[in-house]
């Protein structure tokens, strides 16, 4: 079964930064793709960031130059840094990965940007 763990979300002020981490299991972690993924309010969920096995990236419009997706092989994890953070980055960040054809997300963590 696998299983995606978040963490590292919280309070920040415009400008700030804050590093999100995903801990997988149940995967064959270091050939699987991963994606963060942002939930706003009353808005549809949204793709963010995404990192391949071979860690080649791609970011959403919105926070090109800002977030950086990495993997570190070697801890089956996954990780979001959020630099100069805006209050339109406020929102609950997931994790995603994809599995014989199934998806599997984490719990989420929240992530709130104060102006």
């Known amino acids: 079964q696998v299983q995606l763990v978040e963490s590292g979300g919280g309070l920040v002020q415009a400008g700030g930064s804050l590093r999100l981490s995903c801990v997988a299991s149940g995967t064959t972690f270091s050939i699987t793709a991963f994606g963060w993924y942002r939930q706003a309010p009353g808005k549809q969920r949204e793709l963010v960031a995404s990192i391949s096995a071979r860690s080649s990236t791609d970011y959403a419009d919105s926070v090109k130059g800002r977030f950086t997706i990495s993997r570190d092989n070697a801890k089956n994890t996954v990780y979001l840094q959020m630099n100069s953070l805006k209050p339109e980055d406020t929102a609950v960040y997931y994790c995603?990965?994809?599995?014989?054809?199934?998806?599997?997300w984490g719990q989420g963590t929240q992530v709130t940007v104060s102006s």
């Open positions: 995603k990965t994809s599995l014989w054809g199934a998806s599997y």
